[in-house]
């Protein structure tokens, strides 16, 4: 008989969102206090991990469709191209560059290169880290 | 380009061409007459300087090569050079014809033949013609390296694999030996050239060094000329082709190291050493090679041991002649520089009658199928004109007139007669060895002589233990023999004329410190009734008493135990070299990781702790430490307690958690020491470890589910404490020599510089980035890895289940 995880997946469901905004909040505020695409990025693949638990690992993946594998070469792709950014602008590879916009919603706020730079750490930690649990786990 | 270094590199650019001329043209005319064409033209190209030469002039010339390193192609055409020079293309020529009735152009491969045989001839004119003492030495390992391939020619065959093998090691290894010795002349004599050097002969001798070189010079030359006790490697080169015997083993290769000791006369001689060493080494090859073949029943391992003698023979009177550098421009410095016109000459002669005998072997085995004395006899009526040149080219060996032999072994005697009476390094006691071993062994070269024309030529002849029908070999197999025969005769009758043209330029060079007056050097047959005459009648009475009684002692000879024969001992120490590194091997590379991590670990801290105590590194300074806190003490605490438990616990699972409770107490840690950032990435990443290690341990196989505590080993114990040890000194001391200031005022300013207030991720993704996308694609590495290593395993698995 399937065990009934009503209460796991329930919980999951809310805790998913959380763990996901949470990510997010450390992802974004990495450049100003403690976080960071790398750090972003594991409780991402925290969150994406939970989900493999309390869920069939089909139906997680029908739900997200996104090739882990591919999301870390993304993720090292971005990294790359942020370093050739600064060579097209006649720097040296990976300078980053940061200034303040007036934007509709935000306000005035501060926009860095290093942000995209950080995105590609964050994919590619996210790629890795649930790529290896899938493989492992798919492993029977 | 002078036109004498086409003449030079001739045989090699021909080589190129051999293959073409052999797979075009070989089934209609034999490749070696067109070989044929490269010897001649030198040998012609070289009869221009003998007149040059004979004035007593000489010639130079300069091929730049790598002059920014002063390595130059310097040739320098002298007497010495030119005789070899001599030697080395007219018998070459000679050969070159004789190989080409002697080698089928059908069944073997002649392109590989003559290709080995050229790149031979060009090393070896390079050899003699170089003045650079590095080109030299180039040559001489091409010398070796074509005489392995000329000896392994019939590579099928073990024994060629096998002597051509034994060869190449004794002549490298006394080679390499030269190099080093040729490194410390040029050292001591700031120059690379050997005229220079012997210009600047007085630096030389003066110098600490000179022994050594000394040493290591005549190594290389006493391997290369069969010098007692390297001259195990030339008996068994004998399985090269016949006209590889004649040419490399007899004329040619052989007389490289004589060359060179010639060569370095003018630098090493006047000191005792060099008397003794070479003197003495050549007197007790002489004895060796001829006491050896006379127990020999084949032919070319008779004639081998005769080389090797010979050899000897010229070795000991260079070392003689020696002595008149000691003594100079005196009465008896031209008494012994006679000596070293002697062993100039015996060379000449040697080259003739030796080359002609091997020919007149070969001509036996090819035309009886053997070369077995045993089975031989009685061809002096089928094969009279081989017979001849036997005779000519035997008698010639054993010292008898009319032959040119008999000439050179009068000087000889002459020469070891003299150094009894030196007086000089010793001599007064032991100079009398020299002529008595001397003339011992004229009387075993005498007896062996015998043996190979009488054995072979006369007697019965059986044609019932020959496999082929015997006759006459073809005419163009016997016009070399019968050239070098001709020689052999001609020298005797006129030796004056080799001796003013060719003989005393080169003895010019040899002693160039010397008043050379032609007058003193006049060769005559015919000297008086002196000592030396005597000396041959005896040999001549002696020899035919023992080779008549031959019968009965010669069964001595196998009664001599091939345990202690230097054979043996070759084969032996190979063996045991071999064993040795084996077991060396073994013993360390014992395959298990366990080990290797212990040289690893001991290593280190070897290395480590060596340095420490002997730069005095054990400086501590603790003012600069900063208050230790409660919580410090506590987490401490913690992290040895868990280590203990890990080290002591017998349950795995107990290992793994206290393992994640210590990467919980670093994250604390860093959460103390004000690192967030560390603290939070460390927290999860332990999570994501411990989870892993969880998983391993779930599918560890259940065949050895006894799991015990880690056995106690004391080398463990050991090496752990002293690396602990190690790297706690070495922190603590490296803290206490905090010599720069810190840099991280720098990033301090990352809010101006990158517009970040987080200064760990700045440096992450700004000041350092570089590193980061490294490390990103370092994970993507290892999560690309795991996953290939896990479906490659899976799709393995469903592979051999659906085999099965």
Redesign the interface.
Known sequence: MKPNDVILQSVTKVAVVIIFTFSVYLFMNGHHNPGGGFIGGLSTAAAIVLLYLAFDIEKVRENIRIDFKKLTAIGVLLAVCTGLGGVVFGKEFLTQAFGYFELPVFGETELTSALIFDTGVALAVIGTAVNIILSISEDR | MNSFYIILFLPFLFAIIVPFLFKYINKRIHTGWFVLFVPLTIFLYLLQYIPIVAKGDTREYILPWIPSLNINITTYIDGLGLLFGLLISGVGTLVILYSIYYLSKEREELHNFYIYLLMFMGAMLGLVFSDHILILYGFWELTSISSFLLIGYWFERKNSRYGALKSLLITVFGGLAMLAGFIMLILMAETYSIREMIANVGEITNHSLFITALVLVLLGAFTKSAQFPFSIWLPDAMEAPTPVSAYLHSATMVKAGIYLVARLTPIFAGSASWFWLVAGVGIVTLFYGSFNAIRQTDLKALLAFSTISQLGLVMSLLGIGSLAVYFGQSENGILFSAATFAAIFHLFNHSTFKGSLFMVVGIVDHETGTRDIRRLGGLMHVMPITFTIAVIGAFSMAGLPPFNGFLSKEMFFAGVNDVANAGVFGLEQFGLLFPIIAWVASVFTFVYCMILVFKTFTGKFRPEKLTRKVHEAPFGMLVSPIILGLIVVLVFFFPNVLGEYILIPALAAVLPMMQINASDFHISAWHGVNLELWMTIGVVVVGILLYKTLKGWVKLFNNYPYRLTLNHFYDQSLAGTEQFSQNVTNRYMTGSLRQYLVYIFAFFVLLLMGSFITLYGFQFDFSKFAPIELFDIAIVIGIVLAAFVVLFTSHRITAIVTLGAIGYFVSMFFVLFQA??LG??QF??ET?TTV?FL?CFYHLPKLKKNIGKISFKLTNLIISLAMGATVTILALAAFGHKVFEPISYFFEKSYEL?????I???I???FR??D??LE??V??I???G??VL??Q??RRREQSNETK
């Not at chain 2, 990158?754 to 987080?758: E, I, L, T």
């Open positions: 967030p950032d939070l990435t999860v990443v994501v892993l998983l990158a517009g970040a207030k987080n760990v991720n700045a992450l993704v700004d980035g570089f980061t996308m990103i694609s994970l993507a290892a999560g690309l795991v996953y896990i479906r395993g899976s």
